[in-house]
């Protein structure tokens, strides 16, 4: 960590083969002389009012990554051009003249402002030309800028120039460069001084995982293998001891008897960075496979698994095992549930809790002090792994999984197979819950996680609610519901593929409201059409809510033209009846029992089975 970056480390610069660099600003602030003095290196005595494209080549600075500069006119007439080459940049050089105090002021009036309408994202380097012309009796650089880049964060240096005199030209496109291959906003806050929180997650996983020995510290030969694997150069013991010492003397916490610590660690990078030495940091962040985004590589991540739609994937025992020894480590009181600050610090390796917002929030049974059990908590990984199998295996190697993508999952067998055969093997299934708005479905999917209907939150989008199963023969399933808003139903429909991940399909019905039945009816048809037309057809069930209300005698009448489950509010199960003609003949129980809803596997697959099987 002591070592300079080698070529070798700088291997896999933010996946750049080549960094373009525009430059702007007003008129005769130098931009093209500026462009010249770093090609030819000396000051031109006629310049072009616009300088064509200029390349330097890849060895012109140590990361070897080839540099092409666009210079560009700020005439009216020139500025959908210049438009268009500021978001085609990797990064932009903004100038004004240290002579002309008029387009100092017009970076923060115009300039700035004009490049944050754009909604670029690149980086700002403002450099001040002319800087044989500046007024001795002028404030430092330092003083000028402070408030402009206090109210520009986007700005990420400021540095003078003379193109004249040939002080500190290439380094104008040196810092361009190495905003682009080493940003600084990713990393650290300028204003709270300190590493950023996806920043400080992803070196807390480096670290552990070159903790060999798990003592929450990295001794000597530690550092050293640490140092080899970044830097490709061994570190000498008194190089070891120098940095140790550093920390030490800065942050005695940051060093024990076994060696570096975890806080230790982590200062040594914010110092690194504080001191503009920002390559380090991204060096080791990147060969532990992180991107511009402190995210592990897409490429490393990737599926290289091929499926039919109707096909999915699960965790397999291997996973679920690690799992289980995961939740175990973090439920620190043994209480068998994980607080939520107990997997805040699960995933605390990870870029942020991938279950801190929806769809995941809410999605499986928590106790009263919100704990997740082991069951809630797999139930949730199984809904992540079948809706995001990427960000599934990216977060089990962010907590430690050290398997491949293909020993993490296993693929099912098609759905349409499973029918015909009337068998499966999987351990997943997924549940669509179709609805008038009012109809009871989010009281459905809040009953199946223990929870209360006035529990949810209002929402007009997809709710998700996971669990566990235990079937007659005692084994266990997720069952996954996916509660489908009314007004999102033909956006879903218009996608061919939609219900080829779907096991079941339940239509709720507010059996007090005759426009609610009609409703259901008329997307039970909607949806068996639609998967009549495109060969992934779904056994669908009606299912009428609060039964124990006064029903609508319309909707009591047609219903009993078509299997109904009735859903009672106060846990009563009803009768059913004939199921609509054009659906096939199927029998079963909706059960309720405290509020937690148990289906068989048997009416998710949509096998024939007898009412009597499930009587005894």
């Known amino acids: 960590m002591a070592g300079a970056t080698s070529p070798a480390a700088s291997a896999n610069l933010a996946g750049k083969s080549g960094v373009r660099v525009v430059v702007i600003g007003d008129p005769g602030t130098g931009k093209s002389s500026l462009v010249v003095a770093l090609a030819t290196e000396q ?19 140590p990361d070897r990554v080839p540099i092409t500069i666009i210079d560009t006119s700020s005439s009216p007439e020139q500025k959908p051009k210049l438009i268009a080459e500021c978001q085609a940049a990797d990064a932009v050089v903004l100038t004004y003249a240290c002579d002309r105090p008029a387009t100092l002021e017009r970076l923060s009036s115009f300039w700035l402002p004009e490049l944050r309408r754009l909604q670029l994202k690149t980086p700002v380097i403002v450099v001040g030309c002319k800087l044989d012309l500046r007024d001795e009796q002028q404030v430092s650089l330092e003083q000028v800028m402070a408030p402009i880049m206090q109210s520009f964060r986007e700005i990420e240096t400021c540095i003078e120039c003379s193109a004249l005199r040939q002080i500190q030209v290439p380094e104008v496109f040196y810092y361009a460069q190495k905003a682009v291959l080493h940003p600084t906003a990713p990393l650290f806050d300028q204003e709270a001084q300190s590493l950023k929180p996806r920043c400080v997650r992803a070196l807390k996983r480096i670290f552990i995982l070159c903790d060999n020995d798990k003592d929450g510290a990295l001794s000597d030969v530690e550092l050293n293998d640490f140092q080899v694997r970044c830097f490709s ?19 005695p916490e940051g060093v024990n008897d076994n060696g570096l610590t975890l806080t230790g660690f982590l200062f040594l990078h914010a110092l690194f960075i504080e001191k503009g030495r920002l390559e380090t ?37 291997e996973v679920v095992d690690f799992l289980r020894g995961i939740f175990n480590m973090f439920d620190i009181d043994n209480d068998g549930a994980l607080l939520p600050s107990e997997l805040e610090e ?15 929030k809410d999605s499986a049974e928590k106790n009263v002090l919100g704990g997740l ?28 999984y ?43 999917l809040q009953s199946f996680i223990g929870r209360q209907p006035s529990d949810a939150l209002p929402s007009n989008s997809e709710r998700f609610a996971t669990n566990s199963v235990e079937l007659p023969d005692g084994t266990r399933k997720t069952l996954i519901l996916r509660e489908i808003p009314e007004g999102d139903v033909r956006s879903l429909l218009s996608d061919r593929e939609s219900l080829a991940p779907c096991d079941v399909a339940v239509f709720f019905y507010d059996s007090c409201d005759e426009y609610s039945w009609q409703r259901a009816r008329d997307l039970l048809v909607q949806v068996a059409t639609h998967g009549e037309n495109t060969g992934y057809e779904v056994p669908c069930l009606i299912v009428a809510a609060k039964d124990d209300l006064d029903q609508c005698a319309q909707a009591l009448q047609e219903s009993t033209r078509v299997s109904i489950l009735a859903f009672n509010s106060v846990g009563i199960i009803s009768q059913l009846n004939p199921y609509w003609d054009r659906f ?33």
């Open 346 to 360: 699960l995933f605390s390796t990870a870029p942020e809790n991938p279950w801190s917002s929806d769809p995941y």
């Open 281 to 317: 940091t991204w060096t080791v962040l990147r060969k532990f496979g992180y991107d511009n985004d402190i995210k592990l590589r897409d490429d490393l991540i990737a599926m290289p698994i091929k499926r039919a739609p109707d096909q999915t994937l699960e965790l397999t025992s």
């Open 43 to 61: 000051f031109p005595e006629n310049v072009p009012r616009v300088m064509p494209p200029t390349r330097l080549p890849a060895d012109y600075f």
């Open 584 to 616: 096939a003949v199927i029998y079963s129980y909706l059960y309720i029992h405290y509020c937690k809803l148990l289906y068989h596997l048997n009416v998710l697959l949509g096998f024939r089975f007898t009412k009597k099987t499930y009587e005894q």
């Open 373 to 400: 059990s082991l069951e809630g908590f797999l139930s949730k990984w199984a809904l992540m792994t079948l809706r995001d199998p990427a960000n599934s295996y990216a977060n089990l190697v962010y907590v430690g």
């Open 402 to 444: 050290p398997g491949e993508f293909s020993s993490a999952f296993t693929v099912t067998r098609k759905r349409r197979v499973d029918r015909k055969k009337q068998q499966t093997l999987r351990n997943v299934f997924q549940c669509y819950v179709f609805g008038a708005r009012g109809s009871g479905k989010t009281s459905l």
């Open 233 to 251: 150069a061994p570190l000498q013991h008194t190089e070891i001891s120098g940095v140790k010492r550093v920390v030490q003397e800065k942050l």
